[in-house]
Structure formats: structure tokens, C-alpha cells
């Protein structure tokens, strides 16, 4: 279990930190940085696992908002009215 909860730790580090990245840049390009609902779920992860004893059905919640998230945003959002423009 210790071993999982390393990983889970490693992930959720660098996961993070590629959100911060793209953060940053957006933060460089535009001045503005978008609320991202994604990178706050993996805040919450982060900062469960990182304790001493993680709540690992926190961590289950987390992750299958996480999922849920993603399901949504990869749905197709149709850029033109149903039968042509």
C-alpha cells in the first residue's frame, strides 16, 4: 500500500506542477489565468496524499470527480447549429 500511495504522491506532484506550468504561461501570454476546475481537484488530491495518513477514499472521491470532469470536457461541442451553417 505504501508503495501505491508513493505513486499517487509522485503523480499528483507532477501533475501539479504541469498545471502551474500552464498557468504560468497563460498567466505570460494573456495577464489573465482561467479558474480551471481540474487543477483544483488535483490541488485537493495533492494535499490529501500528502499527509501522514491519507484519507484514501478521499482520494477515490477525488479521482472519480476527476474522471467525471474529463468525460464532460471531451464530449464534442458542436461549433455550428445542427444541420449546417
Do not use: Y
Request: hydrophobic letters at 40%; proline letters at 6%.
Amino acid at each position: 500500500m505504501d508503495k501505491k500511495i508513493s505513486q499517487l504522491r509522485t503523480f499528483f506532484r507532477v501533475s501539479n506542477a504541469a498545471f502551474d506550468f500552464t498557468s504560468a504561461i497563460q498567466s505570460a501570454f494573456n495577464g489573465i489565468v482561467s479558474p480551471n476546475k481540474m487543477h483544483q481537484l488535483h490541488k485537493l488530491a495533492l494535499e490529501e496524499i500528502e499527509k501522514e495518513s491519507p484519507d484514501l477514499s478521499k482520494i477515490d472521491n477525488l479521482l472519480a470527480e476527476m474522471e467525471n470532469l474529463a468525460e464532460l470536457n471531451s464530449q464534442p461541442n458542436p461549433k455550428f447549429p445542427k444541420g449546417g451553417v
